[in-house]
C-alpha cells in the first residue's frame, strides 16, 4: 500500500474528515487532499503530528506495517514512574509528550484505564506490605469521599511522590498518611498541598513471603503427628512380630 493510500486508510479508520486533518497540520484542506491522492508529498513534520495523532509509528505509514504498534495510552501502554523519573514526574505530569518519553507497559489481567500508572516503590515504610522495588499499579482518584480510609494510595505533592495508606480527614481538609511499618510516623497533609492522589489497585513484585518453619506452629503440629504416626506404627509391628 502505497503512503497516500495508507494515509486516507488510518484517516478513515479514525472516523476523521479530510478536514480535521488538514487543520491538524495546519494546512489547507485542498493540499491534503493532493497528500492522499498522490499528488503532493508528506513533510517530516506533517508525518510526526500523523503519527501522533493515529497513534502509530512512522514505519506503520511509510512501510505499511500493519503488526507495528506505538507505545502508549492510547493503545493500551501504563507509563513507569521509577524512582529516578519522580522528580521530573512531579514537574511534568499533566504534559504527555513528557510522559510519552517514560517505559511503557501493558499489564497482564489488567484494563489498561484512562489515568492509570506505574509507580516504583522506594524504603521499608510500607514492609511487609509493599518491599523495596515493587511496582504499583495506580489510577488517578477523581472524588476522594469514595476512598476507604486504610486504602494504599500514592500522593503526589508539590515536593514528593509518597506511598501510604490513607485517612481522610476532611473536617480539616486533610488527610492523614500512614505507615504499614511501625518506625515510621503518621504524616499529615492539607489537600491545598496536595497535587493529586492515586488509589493503588494491584502490585508486581519479586519479592516472596517466606515461611519460617521453624517456628511455625502448624509445622511444629505436624512433626508431632508424624512422630506419633512412627510410634504407632512401631508398636503395631511388635505386636505382628509376636504373633508370628
Known amino acids: 500500500m502505497s503512503i497516500s493510500k495508507q494515509l486516507k486508510a488510518l484517516r478513515e479508520a479514525a472516523g476523521l474528515s479530510q478536514k480535521k486533518i488538514a487543520l491538524e497540520l495546519k494546512i489547507t484542506q485542498g493540499a491534503y487532499s493532493l497528500i492522499e491522492n498522490g ?10 503530528t500523523l503519527s501522533k495523532l ?7 505509514i511509510l ?3 500493519q503488526n ?4 502508549s495510552p492510547k493503545n493500551g501502554f501504563v507509563p513507569l514512574i521509577n524512582v529516578g523519573a519522580r522528580a521530573g514526574f512531579i514537574e ?3 504534559d504527555e509528550e513528557w510522559l510519552g518519553t517514560l517505559e511503557m507497559y501493558r499489564i497482564p489481567g489488567y484494563d489498561s484505564q484512562k489515568n492509570q500508572k506505574l509507580f516504583e516503590v522506594e524504603g521499608d515504610s510500607m514492609m511487609p506490605t509493599l518491599t ?17 480510609d486504610g486504602s494504599i494510595t500514592v500522593v503526589i505533592t508539590p515536593k514528593a511522590v509518597i506511598t501510604k495508606r490513607i485517612k481522610k480527614d476532611l473536617n480539616n481538609n486533610s488527610v492523614i498518611l500512614i505507615s504499614d511499618n511501625a518506625n515510621y510516623e503518621n504524616m499529615t497533609y492539607s489537600l491545598k498541598n496536595v497535587s493529586e492522589i492515586l ?11 517466606m515461611i519460617n518453619f521453624a517456628n511455625d506452629t502448624t509445622a511444629k503440629k505436624l512433626e508431632h503427628s508424624v512422630e506419633l504416626m512412627q510410634r504407632d506404627i512401631g508398636q503395631i509391628l511388635e505386636k505382628v512380630n509376636t504373633i508370628k
Open 39 to 48: 499528488q503532493n508529498s508528506i513533510t517530516t513534520e506533517h508525518l510526526l
Open 54 to 60: 493515529y497513534s502509530v509509528p512512522t514505519d506503520r
Open 63 to 65: 512501510k505499511s506495517s
Open 68 to 71: 507495528a504498534v506505538t507505545m
Open 92 to 94: 511534568n505530569r499533566k
Open 132 to 148: 523495596h522495588g515493587d511496582i504499583l499499579i495506580a489510577k488517578h482518584l477523581d472524588d476522594l469521599t469514595e476512598v476507604v
Open 199 to 209: 488509589i493503588v489497585q494491584g502490585k508486581i513484585t519479586s519479592s516472596l513471603n
